[in-house]
Each structure stands twice: as C-alpha cells, then as structure tokens.
C-alpha cells in the first residue's frame, strides 16, 4: 500500500469568503448539490460589536455572494450556527441580546424571529438544522443545575423548538 498523496498548498481566491475580510468563519454547511452557507462573526475595529453575516453559494462552482449581515452589530452577539438541506434552504442561528434568534433565507432576504429558548449560559450548547420541508429545528442543551458541564458527571435537560411551518415565527 502506498502512500496517501497530499494535495499542494492552495491559497483562498479573492472570491472566497474567506479571504480578504476580518470575519472568523464559525458555522459551514453544505449540501450533496454542492450549495453552501458559512456563518461568520464580523468584529469591530476595536473587537467590542460583533455582526453576525453569512455568505453563501448555489452550486458547486457558482460564485460566493458578499457578506450578508443577519442583524445590526452588538456587544451581546455570538457567532451564527449555519444549516442547509437539500433543496437549498439556508437558516442560521446564534445569541443577540441574551436570547437565541435565528434567521432563515427567504426570496427577499434573510428573516429574523425569536427561538423561544432558555437564555444562553457558559455551559449550554446549542445546534441548528433545517428539516427537507423547510421547517427550522433549534436545538439546545443544559447541565443541570449544581452539576459541572461534563456529560459523564451529570444530567442534562435537553429543548427541540420546531418552527410550524417553514419560515414562520417559532
């Protein structure tokens, strides 16, 4: 048995979402077409706001759209968790202003709306998806209270929130 090659050393295109900007990319998601979305935290020049953007492709070489920002910039942002399913809809997810919003790609743009989830906490951890009909899926887990944030020493309560309907209010 050979070897396993390594493919050479490649640089990002100017066109990629990855080069040429401050943003830290967080979340990537991309479907078997090869259409993609990555979320992305872009920061202030002085690191205190952070803007939640997301950039996406349709197609396996179509190009990468520009930076789209998913709500105005906050002290109180978390980078957006990115999901996609196979049809191509898009939704991100991440902490503003101490509660969890997620954002779904509409025809007209990316649409903001409340999870309903339990306030962020050190210790929770969170994850988005989006089902083949469309509908957002937010999930979110806590250790329980007085237990420390490792699986092994203790219980975790665990919340699914289910939009109703595909783009609707959760």
């Given at each position: 048995?050979?070897?396993?090659?390594?493919?050479?050393?490649?640089?990002?295109?100017?066109a990629s979402?990855?080069?040429?900007?401050?943003?830290?990319?967080?979340s990537v998601a991309m479907n078997s077409r090869g259409d993609v979305v990555v979320g992305e935290e872009?920061?202030?020049?002085?690191?205190?706001?952070v803007t939640p953007t997301v950039r996406t492709r349709t197609g396996a070489r179509g190009p990468w759209s520009g930076t789209i920002a998913l709500a105005?910039?906050?002290?109180?942002?978390?980078?957006?968790?990115v999901a996609i399913n196979a049809r191509g809809d898009r939704i991100a997810a991440f902490r503003r202003l101490g509660r969890y919003v997620a954002s779904r790609q509409t025809r007209t743009g990316w649409r903001l709306s409340n999870v309903g989830a339990?306030?962020?906490?050190?210790?929770?951890?969170?994850?988005?998806a989006i089902t083949a009909s469309g509908r957002g899926r937010f999930v979110h887990a806590?250790?329980?209270?007085?237990?420390?944030?490792?699986?092994?020493?203790?219980p975790w309560t665990v919340w699914i929130y289910d939009q109703p309907t595909a783009g609707a209010e959760w």
């Amino acid at each position: 048995a050979g070897a396993v090659a390594v493919s050479p050393l490649r640089f990002f295109p100017p066109a990629s979402p990855f080069a040429g900007t401050s943003a830290t990319p967080q979340s990537v998601a991309m479907n078997s077409r090869g259409d993609v979305v990555v979320g992305e935290e872009l920061r202030s020049r002085n690191g205190t706001a952070v803007t939640p953007t997301v950039r996406t492709r349709t197609g396996a070489r179509g190009p990468w759209s520009g930076t789209i920002a998913l709500a105005k910039p906050s002290t109180d942002t978390s980078e957006p968790q990115v999901a996609i399913n196979a049809r191509g809809d898009r939704i991100a997810a991440f902490r503003r202003l101490g509660r969890y919003v997620a954002s779904r790609q509409t025809r007209t743009g990316w649409r903001l709306s409340n999870v309903g989830a339990p306030g962020p906490s050190t210790a929770d951890v969170s994850a988005i998806a989006i089902t083949a009909s469309g509908r957002g899926r937010f999930v979110h887990a806590l250790p329980d209270a007085g237990c420390t944030p490792d699986p092994d020493a203790c219980p975790w309560t665990v919340w699914i929130y289910d939009q109703p309907t595909a783009g609707a209010e959760w």
